[in-house]
């Protein structure tokens, strides 16, 4: 069974700086593609960032300079380094992983950790 436990979501003021992490446990082959999503209020779920396992980076417009995704192979875990942050960044952050494990190949995702920016 896999698992993906985000942590670092909590209440901040605007301007101010935050660290997700996400650790990734189980019977895992391999992690693939890992990504942050987010999801406000009333909107669609939404892509932050994501990182291959070759360390190629992308990022939403909306979050690009701000926010770096990071992570750490021998620690199956994903990072979200999100600075200058901004109310309209509050959502729930939801960690996602394309895992290899002995049975298949296919997205796993976390629970969700809230992040609310205060102006």
């Known amino acids: 069974q896999v698992q993906l436990v985000e942590s670092g979501g909590g209440v901040v003021q605007a301007g101010r700086s935050l660290k997700l992490s996400c650790v990734v446990s189980g019977s895992i082959f391999a992690i693939r593609n890992m990504g942050w999503y987010r999801q406000a209020p009333g909107n669609q779920r939404e892509l932050v960032g994501s990182i291959t396992d070759g360390g190629n980076t992308d990022y939403s417009d909306s979050v690009k300079g701000r926010f770096t995704i990071s992570r750490d192979s021998a620690k199956n875990t994903v990072y979200l380094q999100m600075n200058s942050l901004k109310p309209e960044d509050t959502a729930i952050y939801y960690c996602?992983?394309?895992?290899?494990?002995?049975?298949?190949?296919?997205?796993?995702w976390g629970q969700g950790t809230q992040v609310t920016v205060s102006s």
């Open positions: 996602n992983a394309v895992i290899l494990t002995p049975w298949d190949r296919r997205n796993y």
